[in-house]
């Protein structure tokens, strides 16, 4: 499956973004998506991940009750809404298919076989 995320730039401290990630190939509804990020210097971290179906979501530590996933089967997309945002949530965002379909997702990178290309998402205090 190929992906390709969209949405990122360059925003105030609390303000808001929305990432799309559209997917072509595959059978984007059976399978999870997951939300991956990588600010410089660091490794890329776990974001948020959307069960199949999207059903069950989970999300890090650091962005709960400020970012929601969401997916719509029908437009082969998943989103990552961003509220709240802050300086240290500057980073390259990726997004990630499962490997397996039918999954409830994974926190773990290993879980996913296909990524996007990212989208940088600046952060401004």
């Known amino acids: 499956v190929q992906l390709q995320a969209s949405g990122g730039g360059l925003v105030q401290a609390r303000g808001s973004l929305r990432l799309s990630c559209a997917a072509y190939g595959r059978a984007f509804g059976s399978y999870a998506m997951g939300w991956f990020r990588q600010a410089p210097g660091k490794e890329r971290d776990f974001v948020a991940t959307?069960?199949?179906?999207?059903?069950?979501?989970y999300y890090a530590d650091s962005v709960k009750g400020r970012f929601t996933v969401s997916r719509d089967n029908a437009k082969n997309t998943v989103y990552l809404q961003m509220n709240s945002l802050k300086p240290e949530d500057t980073a390259v965002y990726y997004c990630?298919?499962?490997?397996?379909?039918?999954?409830?997702?994974?926190?773990?990178?290993?879980?996913?076989?296909?990524w996007g290309q990212g989208t940088l998402v600046t952060v401004s205090s």
């Open positions: 990630a298919a499962a490997s397996r379909p039918y999954y409830s997702g994974s926190y773990s990178e290993g879980g996913y076989d296909s």
């Open positions: 959307i069960s199949w179906s999207g059903g069950r979501t």
